[in-house]
T-cell receptor, first 112, second 114 residues
Framework: GQQVMQIPQYQHVQEGEDFTTYCNSS?????IQWYKQRPGGHPVFLIQ?????EVKKQKRLTFQFGEAKKNSSLHITATQTTDVGTYFC????????????FGTGTQLKVEL | DGGITQSPKYLFRKEGQNVTLSCEQN?????MYWYRQDPGQGLRLIYY???????QKGDIAEGYSVSREKKESFPLTVTSAQKNPTAFYLC?????????????FGPGTRLTVL
């Protein structure tokens, strides 16, 4: 079935540095969603991208969907300790039910 | 206060015992989902349901069972047939009214088999 590869698996940054995580697929995607999971917590929906080349911003977070709709990225500018957590991309599978397939996630650690 | 509740938060079980994890939502969502998360890994779909009295297997349904007798409730039973049940179990719900709908997650249940 459809899968998404997510890189990197881990990222350590100093507070104030930028951070980017990438999701890639070998097939064209209809959509992509991004979730954040704080340590010990549950995933929380951040955003959904549907259109080719779409760019959306949420404060310091910038989300992009590739022109070919085969990749997506999440970029955080000037990280803060509140950004710590694991960021997952997810795609909705065909076949109904809004089933999601999740990427393996990127764990972000921010040091002071 | 709308949301999804899961209970218990932590659960310990002896090998060979069945255990049922609770999931309740008051968001009036049609669809509900169960995921399993292992340390340092992503989420894998166990079962999902789009409507009362109907549900479908996900990617890793073996050793699990579910029921959907009410729209608000979607309990998961981890049976003794599940070979490696220790994991973090997450329940989610979502609408089906748009082509693509986000999912809302409960706080999760951490199951440990002793």
């Amino acid at each position: 079935g459809q899968q998404v590869m997510q890189i990197p698996q881990y990222q350590h940054v100093q507070e104030g540095e930028d951070f980017t995580t990438y999701c890639n697929s070998s097939t064209t995607l209809s959509n992509i969603q991004w979730y954040k999971q704080r340590p010990g917590g549950h995933p929380v929906f951040l955003i959904q991208l549907v259109k080719s080349g779409e760019v959306k911003k949420q404060k310091r977070l910038t989300f992009q969907f590739g022109e070919a709709k085969k990749n997506s990225s999440l970029h955080i500018t000037a990280t803060q300790t509140t950004d710590v957590g694991t960021y997952f991309c997810a795609i909705i599978l065909t076949g109904g039910g809004n089933k999601l397939t999740f990427g393996t996630g990127t764990q972000l650690k921010v040091e002071l | 206060d709308g949301g999804i509740t899961q209970s218990p938060k932590y659960l310990f079980r002896k090998e060979g015992q069945n255990v049922t994890l609770s999931c309740e939502q008051n968001l009036n969502h049609d669809a509900m989902y169960w995921y399993r998360q292992d340390p340092g890994q992503g989420l894998r779909l166990i079962y999902y349901s789009q409507i009362v009295n109907d549900f479908q297997k996900g990617d890793i349904a073996e050793g699990y069972s579910v029921s959907r007798e009410k729209k608000e409730s979607f309990p998961l039973t981890v049976t003794s047939a599940q070979k490696n049940p220790t994991a973090f179990y997450l329940c989610a719900s979502g609408g089906l009214t748009r082509p693509y709908n986000e999912q809302f997650f409960g706080p999760g249940t951490r199951l440990t088999v002793l």
